[in-house]
């Protein structure tokens, strides 16, 4: 990530957050009217490497919205989660978009390419994936998600609703027997998909 931070304020990109780095982070944000504090929060990563959504060629009728199923704050990769998938036989990542504990939302899989996210769902749906979902002890469910990734969320399924406005919000849980996303995904987003 810190490779794709240099690159994107026009520095060497040497995976090392020093001195020159955190500079040129603190004069991005006051050239975009962020709080200048050299650090690379979800405000100041949607502005400096914005993750464009590309509309689906797909028929869309499903957004489904799952958890990484790790520990509580314990963050993982896009590359770690394509290892896993890949080890179970996936071709790639399951998921189309991944959203970190500090809310910075990643892609995964191409919008185009079916998911493999959840099964008998997958070729007209798109599958959401936030980091974590299950309590420090690795195995009991648990909503875990910070309040950057509670906003991150609101915000994509904001944006998926409008370039799917007649696709349905899900929770994998109900496709499958487990506790998948661990939170109650109409209590909390099922207002974005009924507003026009």
Request: hydrophobic content about 35%; glycine content about 8%; some cysteine.
């Amino acid at each position: 990530m810190v490779r794709q931070i240099q690159i994107a304020l026009h520095l060497y990109p040497d995976g090392i957050f020093g001195p020159l780095t955190e500079e040129r982070v603190k004069l991005f944000q006051k050239d975009n009217g962020l709080a200048v504090d050299g650090i690379v929060g979800p405000a100041t990563m949607a502005k400096l490497i914005p993750v464009r959504l590309k509309k689906s060629r797909r028929s869309i009728n499903e957004i489904i919205v799952h958890c990484t199923a790790t520990p509580e704050g314990k963050e993982y990769s896009v590359a770690d989660i394509r290892r896993w998938h890949l080890k179970r036989g996936f071709s790639d990542i399951g998921y189309h978009y991944v959203i970190h504990l500090d809310g910075s939302l990643e892609l995964g899989r191409d919008a185009d390419l079916s998911g493999a996210h959840c099964t008998n769902h997958n070729a007209h749906s798109i599958g959401v994936v936030y980091v974590g979902g299950v309590a420090t002890d690795a195995k009991t469910p648990k909503d875990t998600r910070t309040a950057a990734q509670k906003a991150a969320l609101a915000s994509l399924l904001t944006d998926l609703h409008r370039l799917y406005p007649k696709a349905t919000l899900h929770g994998h849980r109900e496709y499958a027997n487990k506790a998948c996303p661990s939170f109650d995904v109409h209590r909390d987003y099922d207002h974005i998909f009924k507003s026009p």
